[in-house]
């Protein structure tokens, strides 16, 4: 079989295109969490995460995420569509490992924080939100 | 690059040395999520600010890696620590390639 130039094309976008959809959909909470700790055992405490307990609008939701002496925090909505929130990671000069900011929730769900230590191990924390009304606008 | 896109940083003019400083960051941004249709059904692109950084005379405060998640308008709050006089200079990346700078001189003395 002889290809043309336009079919070439055709099929190197097509390959494009399917490489570039790595299946979001799917994407759980448990793979967000290895992909971020690389499977390594997760403990509690030394995190601390702060969310409204009930959350009227679900497009904005404040959040505060602190961990003494990590070098990152990943955030992450379990209830979401897609889980991912945020990572922080903190650079030499940050102050303190903490960071406010506001985001999305689809509905009532549990907001989760793992935090990587320095010494490379991992915590979490979650804490249930309730969300009166969603904010992924349906 | 969308429109209307305004950083907002809130930094003190002045602080002592080794301080611990607030900073505040704010973006006008829409974040479509990618989740959202448009009147006909249609999936609306997704379209966020996808990295936010802030560094200091060079060295790294904090890098945020932003999912779509985050809210309308990215608010950031966060504490850095000033050695000496210098500048701060804060970056957004948006998805479309645009990356929006902002910089804020601090005094030490």
């Known amino acids: 079989m002889k290809l043309t130039r336009r079919e070439t094309l055709i099929t190197a976008l097509g390959a494009a295109a399917a ?42 939701v404040p959040i505060e995420v602190s ?13 979401n569509p897609r889980p991912d929130v945020a990572t922080f990671n903190f650079g030499p000069l940050a102050a303190s490992q903490t960071a406010s900011t506001r985001i999305r929730l689809a ?25 009166t009304i969603g904010g992924c606008g349906g | 690059m969308a ?51 802030a560094d200091f005379n060079g060295q790294n405060v904090i890098d945020v890696t932003l999912e779509p998640a985050i809210s309308t308008n990215p608010y950031f709050e966060f504490e850095a620590t000033v050695p000496e006089s210098g500048e701060f200079q804060f970056k957004w990346y948006d998805d479309d390639g645009s990356v929006y700078e902002e910089t804020k001189a601090i005094e030490v003395g």
């Open chain 1, 67 to 79: 961990a003494p002496g990590a070098t990152a925090i990943m955030l992450l909505a379990a209830g």
């Open chain 2, 3 to 53: 429109e209307g896109v305004k950083p907002r940083v809130k930094v003190p003019k002045s602080a002592s040395a080794g301080e611990t400083i607030i900073i505040k960051t704010l973006i006008s941004h829409q974040m479509e999520s990618g989740q959202r249709k448009d009147s006909d059904g249609n999936p609306i692109p997704r379209s966020i600010i996808n990295r936010f950084t």
């Open chain 1, 19 to 60: 490489a570039a959809i790595p299946l979001p959909a799917l994407a759980s909470v448990e793979d967000a969490v290895s992909a971020f700790t690389g499977g390594a055992e997760v403990g509690e405490g030394g995190i601390d995460l702060n969310a409204p307990e009930i959350a009227e609008n679900g497009n904005t």
């Open chain 1, 107 to 131: 509905g009532t769900q549990d907001v989760i924080a793992i935090a990587k230590m320095s010494d490379g191990s991992f915590v979490r924390t979650s804490k249930e939100v309730k969300v």
